[in-house]
């Protein structure tokens, strides 16, 4: 059983992310593989304060590539598992604000 303070893992900061961030209101999270949307709700309120109108989790798939001379699949990257959070209106979490 995880708690609530196991769920997130790292957030994912990208280009992408800095977008929806900025303008979109959303943040985004590596989360546990057993995570769910009301885990990872409660989570972000608790950890930072904030109220969350919608949590979006996603799998991604683990990056494969083959090998050149037996064309054996390797698994480079494992998959995991992310969460997109859209906060309300005027909340922000300075994580991902970077310098100021």
């Known amino acids: 059983m995880t708690t ?7 957030p994912i900061v990208t ?16 989360v546990t593989g057993g995570a ?16 969350v109108v919608r949590v979006n989790i996603m799998t991604m798939p683990a990056k494969r ?3 050149a001379r037996s064309r054996r699949l390797l698994v480079r990257d ?10 309300a209106e005027g909340n922000t979490l300075d994580i991902f604000e970077g310098v100021k």
């Open 15 to 30: 280009e992408k992310s800095n977008y929806q961030s900025n303008k979109l209101h959303q943040y985004t999270f590596e």
């Open 36 to 51: 769910t949307r009301t885990l990872v709700k409660d989570a972000v309120e608790t950890l930072f304060d904030v109220t």
């Open 78 to 87: 494992a998959g995991f598992k992310k969460a997109i959070v859209t906060l």
């Open 4 to 10: 609530i303070y196991d769920v997130l893992r790292r």
């Open 65 to 67: 590539t083959r090998r």
